[in-house]
């Protein structure tokens, strides 16, 4: 399930975004990365 999406200008390659997720539960988190035809998936644990 999704718990956030977002569409960012990419009119820099030197951007960040952060997302909050102290208020979610503990667990696993997959945050994928689209730009273009290119895809990177990170794993972010929440303990």
């Known amino acids: 399930r999704s718990i956030f999406r ?3 200008d990419n009119s ?3 951007s ?3 997302v909050d997720i102290r208020d ?3 667990g ?3 945050v994928q990365l689209v730009q273009g ?8 644990i929440k303990e």
């Open 28 to 30: 696993i988190y997959l």
């Open 37 to 44: 035809d290119k895809k990177t998936m990170k794993k972010i």
């Open 16 to 18: 960040s975004h952060e």
């Open 6 to 8: 977002d569409i960012l």
């Open 24 to 26: 979610s539960n503990d």
């Open 12 to 14: 820099s390659s030197n």
